[in-house]
């Protein structure tokens, strides 16, 4: 690229008519009232009925299920569309006063459906066997299972109702207050006697800049930023701890962890073994930086030169370039996989124009069956921004894959989530490895594919570490943001030992994980699909074509299995102990073995 400033996603926004005009559309308060009445109607008609014996027939759980979804859809449709527009722009007043008004509403609308959950649970075993035995409500058994999961933790329909309206000022309010304040922040940088203000994404990307001198800067610039502002972080965060703990203890659950294991289908055993096979291959990680220390030969590293480029061959990307790569990728695989994720660019269902403001980060966002999912990228023209197309755009597939599911099997459960993604990540870096002829580019791609994959496994897995400890201190005590601190520094020495320098700033980096603020113990989910993905492309290799049927099967599935009976189809068994470590064997013999050859 001629201009390094300007890639050709100057322009590249989403066209977010599908679902309305703007936040004045008056459709979204006609859906709103769809949602409410359709709410009214279904408390009137079993509330207080469910849990009477004869009453919760395999017809009427159907019948219940099925207004269910409908209601679904009147709100998440006007949902999904808020928090689109807030993410294109985190300072726009009006959205703000609009998402505000929203969430008070949907709180209050969806308070007339509580009871649900709550007499659902007081139904007798044998009702329940009945309609588990039925093929009428076939495609609802999972979800009644799922809400009998957790009948031993439910509370009071008071207690309940209370607990959502005070959300509104409580957890929620605070993981809303997090995402504003922190998308507000500006960095200001000195770079070639220039002073330049960026945005969390520019300041990060600069971790990958050439000169170790600029990449330390920025570490500093960004990190102490947060800890500029660590009387509000910390506040914040204890806040949003304090409320989990509460609930745990109000619900009965045995730890911090538990609800999100139990919402994931995964038992705390298989997530503990999950997390000490990682803990253990830390030390993988510790061979890498010490080879990556001697290859770029300028004395020990530093944590701020985690992601130092070590070599100059990387390609730069013009937006159409990423395109191309991107779709010839998935091309390669499968036409479906290039036809699905064609519609995203032909019908301006990506965002990757960069803007003060804008939400860091990507996702992608689906909301029903009925409607396209929508893809928010940063991009700015780096080979590590073309992967991280590729694996938004695998989320995209996914959803579209198993719109033919009905709308409550639609969203798979948060790990298998990211399985079509980190999926799509290893496509697109094969296709690259094979095309490439110049062997230092090849080294460039190996190191930083080895980079993603520990940042996806290692470092997840010490955040949700630190989320552990942090989570069980604060339940003795209020943390402050120095305490917290200490603790993210006892996991960042534990992982990277003393093979990288670790500066004072780094102990901050914990305020700048958006996760452990706005989804607490979801960090495990990307390190729990990364060992998965990296079991089904060792098939996909052996297998060839035959591997795609079972593979878009579970991806066609949605969540409307647990995990283990999903992951059948493609002959993957979580209870197996050495299943967790396969992927680290992976890792060792495929990639850090294949760098010291090329080395």
Same mark, same amino acid.
């Given at each position: 690229?001629?201009?390094?400033?300007?890639?050709?996603?100057?322009?590249?926004?989403?066209?977010?008519?599908?679902?309305?005009?703007?936040?004045?559309?008056?459709?979204? %308060?006609?859906?709103?009232?769809?949602?409410?009445?359709?709410?009214? $109607?279904? !408390? #009137?008609?079993?509330?207080?009925? =469910? *849990? /009477?014996?004869?009453?919760?027939?395999?017809?009427?759980?159907?019948?219940?299920?099925?207004?269910?979804?409908?209601?679904?859809?009147?709100?998440?449709?006007?949902?999904?569309?808020?928090?689109?527009?807030?993410?294109?722009?985190?300072?726009?007043?009006?959205?703000?006063?609009?998402?505000?008004?929203?969430?008070?509403?949907? %709180?209050?609308?969806?308070?007339?459906?509580?009871?649900?959950?709550? $007499?659902? !649970? #007081?139904?007798?075993?044998?009702? =329940? *066997? /009945?309609?588990?035995?039925?093929?009428?409500?076939?495609?609802?058994?999972?979800?009644?299972?799922?809400?009998?999961?957790?009948?031993?933790?439910?509370?009071?329909?008071?207690?309940?109702?209370?607990?959502?309206?005070?959300?509104?000022?409580?957890?929620?309010?605070?993981?809303?207050?997090?995402?504003?304040?922190?998308?507000?922040?500006?960095?200001?940088?000195?770079?070639?006697?220039?002073?330049?203000?960026?945005?969390?994404?520019?300041?990060?990307?600069?971790?990958?800049?050439?000169?170790?001198?600029?990449?330390?800067?920025?570490?500093?610039?960004?990190?102490?930023?947060?800890?500029?502002?660590?009387?509000?972080?910390?506040?914040?965060?204890?806040?949003?701890?304090?409320?989990?703990?509460?609930?745990?203890?109000?619900?009965?659950?045995?730890?911090?962890?538990?609800?999100?294991?139990?919402?994931?289908?995964?038992?705390?055993?298989?997530?503990?073994?999950?997390?000490?096979?990682?803990?253990?291959?830390?030390?993988?990680?510790?061979?890498?930086?010490?080879?990556?220390?001697?290859?770029?030969?300028?004395?020990?590293?530093?944590?701020?030169?985690?992601?130092?480029?070590?070599?100059?061959?990387?390609?730069?990307?013009?937006?159409?370039?990423?395109?191309?790569?991107?779709?010839?990728?998935?091309?390669?695989?499968?036409?479906?996989?290039?036809?699905?994720?064609?519609?995203?660019?032909?019908?301006?269902?990506?965002?990757?124009?960069?803007?003060?403001?804008?939400?860091?980060?990507?996702?992608?966002?689906?909301?029903?069956?009925?409607?396209?999912?929508?893809?928010?990228?940063?991009?700015?023209?780096?080979?590590?921004?073309?992967?991280?197309?590729?694996?938004?755009?695998?989320?995209?597939?996914?959803?579209?894959?198993?719109?033919?599911?009905?709308?409550?099997?639609?969203?798979?459960?948060?790990?298998?989530?990211?399985?079509?993604?980190?999926?799509?990540?290893?496509?697109?870096?094969?296709?690259?490895?094979?095309?490439?002829?110049?062997?230092?580019?090849?080294?460039?791609?190996?190191?930083?594919?080895?980079?993603?994959?520990?940042?996806?496994?290692?470092?997840?897995?010490?955040?949700?570490?630190?989320?552990?400890?942090?989570?069980?201190?604060?339940?003795?005590?209020?943390?402050?943001?120095?305490?917290?601190?200490?603790?993210?520094?006892?996991?960042?020495?534990?992982?990277?030992?003393?093979?990288?320098?670790?500066?004072?700033?780094?102990?901050?980096?914990?305020?700048?994980?958006?996760?452990?603020?706005?989804?607490?113990?979801?960090?495990?989910?990307?390190?729990?699909?990364?060992?998965?993905?990296?079991?089904?492309?060792?098939?996909?290799?052996?297998?060839?074509?035959?591997?795609?049927?079972?593979?878009?099967?579970?991806?066609?599935?949605?969540?409307?299995?647990?995990?283990?009976?999903?992951?059948?189809?493609?002959?993957?068994?979580?209870?197996?102990?050495?299943?967790?470590?396969?992927?680290?064997?992976?890792?060792?013999?495929?990639?850090?073995?294949?760098?010291?050859?090329?080395?």
């Amino acid at each position: 690229m001629k201009n390094k400033e300007m890639t050709g996603a100057e322009n590249v926004v989403w066209d977010l008519s599908e679902y309305y005009q703007s936040i004045e559309d008056p459709k979204i %308060n006609e859906d709103l009232d769809k949602a409410e009445n359709l709410a009214k $109607e279904i !408390a #009137k008609e079993y509330r207080g009925k =469910i *849990e /009477k014996p004869g009453f919760f027939t395999p017809e009427k759980a159907k019948e219940l299920y099925q207004k269910l979804e409908k209601f679904q859809k009147y709100l998440l449709h006007p949902n999904t569309f808020v928090h689109l527009k807030f993410s294109e722009n985190t300072s726009d007043q009006d959205v703000m006063k609009f998402l505000m008004k929203f969430q008070e509403r949907a %709180n209050s609308i969806t308070n007339h459906l509580i009871f649900i959950e709550i $007499e659902l !649970a #007081k139904v007798d075993h044998e009702t =329940i *066997e /009945k309609i588990y035995q039925s093929e009428l409500a076939a495609n609802y058994h999972h979800t009644i299972k799922m809400a009998r999961l957790f009948k031993d933790h439910v509370l009071s329909e008071a207690a309940e109702k209370m607990s959502k309206l005070k959300d509104i000022t409580g957890s929620s309010a605070f993981r809303q207050l997090y995402q504003e304040f922190t998308s507000d922040f500006e960095y200001q940088i000195e770079i070639d006697g220039e002073m330049k203000t960026m945005n969390g994404s520019q300041i990060r990307n600069l971790r990958h800049h050439s000169n170790p001198k600029i990449r330390e800067l920025s570490a500093k610039v960004q990190f102490g930023k947060y800890q500029e502002n660590k009387l509000v972080l910390g506040n914040i965060y204890n806040n949003i701890v304090k409320d989990r703990v509460l609930e745990k203890k109000e619900r009965g659950f045995k730890s911090s962890i538990q609800s999100k294991n139990m919402s994931n289908e995964l038992s705390d055993e298989t997530v503990n073994t999950m997390i000490k096979t990682i803990t253990k291959n830390d030390s993988l990680v510790q061979e890498y930086y010490q080879l990556k220390t001697e290859m770029l030969n300028i004395g020990k590293l530093k944590l701020s030169d985690l992601y130092a480029p070590v070599s100059t061959k990387e390609k730069e990307y013009s937006w159409n370039e990423a395109k191309e790569t991107v779709l010839s990728g998935m091309k390669k695989f499968d036409q479906k996989f290039y036809e699905i994720t064609k519609s995203f660019f032909d019908d301006n269902r990506i965002h990757a124009k960069i803007h003060p403001k804008k939400r860091d980060g990507a996702f992608c966002a689906s909301s029903t069956v009925e409607k396209n999912p929508f893809v928010l990228v940063n991009f700015m023209g780096r080979q590590r921004d073309v992967i991280t197309l590729a694996h938004e755009l695998g989320h995209g597939i996914h959803s579209v894959l198993s719109q033919k599911q009905t709308q409550i099997n639609f969203h798979p459960i948060m790990p298998l989530a990211e399985i079509a993604s980190i999926f799509s990540e290893m496509l697109l870096t094969d296709k690259l490895l094979k095309e490439m002829t110049d062997q230092q580019a090849k080294i460039s791609l190996i190191t930083s594919k080895l980079e993603d994959i520990f940042a996806t496994t290692n470092r997840q897995n010490m955040f949700t570490r630190f989320e552990l400890r942090a989570h069980e201190a604060i339940e003795k005590e209020k943390q402050s943001a120095d305490q917290l601190s200490k603790i993210y520094q006892e996991e960042l020495e534990r992982v990277f030992d003393d093979v990288l320098e670790i500066p004072a700033e780094y102990h901050w980096e914990w305020a700048g994980i958006p996760h452990i603020f706005s989804s607490p113990f979801y960090c495990y989910s990307y390190a729990f699909a990364q060992l998965l993905v990296i079991a089904l492309y060792q098939q996909y290799l052996q297998k060839g074509k035959d591997f795609k049927p079972g593979y878009f099967e579970l991806l066609a599935s949605g969540g409307s299995a647990s995990p283990q009976t999903l992951l059948k189809k493609v002959n993957i068994d979580l209870s197996n102990p050495d299943f967790w470590q396969s992927g680290f064997d992976y890792i060792k013999t495929h990639l850090l073995d294949e760098l010291k050859k090329l080395l």
